[in-house]
């Protein structure tokens, strides 16, 4: 069973930064996909970066390309989002996501991933 605990939201002004973190337990995070999905209220649960198990390829959502960065550690068996020039619409939960099965094409979709965090509060005020 894999669980995933985040940590690193907070309350931060437009063009700031912040780094949330995802410990893994259960797996380790080079044999395991790993996401981020932020969630704005009212709004549906959206795609925001992915690392892929094999070969630690990254994809992004175009809305955060150029200012997130999705990274792991092995050593440490994290995962990490590098969040600069933060936007107030930014500002959601955000949850890490992780499965253990290759996957591709299905990478961006919420329903791909079978492990969730209990997510982490990400505040931006303008």
């Known amino acids: 069973q894999v669980q995933l605990v985040e940590s690193g939201g907070g309350l931060v002004k437009t063009g700031g930064s912040l780094r949330l973190s995802c410990v893994v337990s259960?797996?380790?995070?080079?044999?395991?996909?790993i996401a981020w999905f932020r969630q704005a209220p009212g709004n549906e649960r959206e795609f925001v970066a992915a690392?892929?198990?094999?070969?630690?390829?990254?994809y992004y959502a175009d809305s955060v390309k150029g200012r997130f960065t999705i990274s792991r550690d092995n050593t440490k068996n994290t995962a990490s989002l590098q969040m600069d020039i933060l936007m107030p619409e930014d500002t959601a939960e955000y949850y890490c996501a992780a499965t253990t099965t290759e996957i591709l094409s299905t990478i961006r979709r919420v329903s791909a991933y079978n492990y969730w965090g209990q997510g982490t509060r990400v505040t931006v005020s303008s």
């Open positions: 259960g797996s380790t995070v080079s044999r395991t996909t």
């Open positions: 690392i892929r198990r094999n070969g630690g390829y990254t």
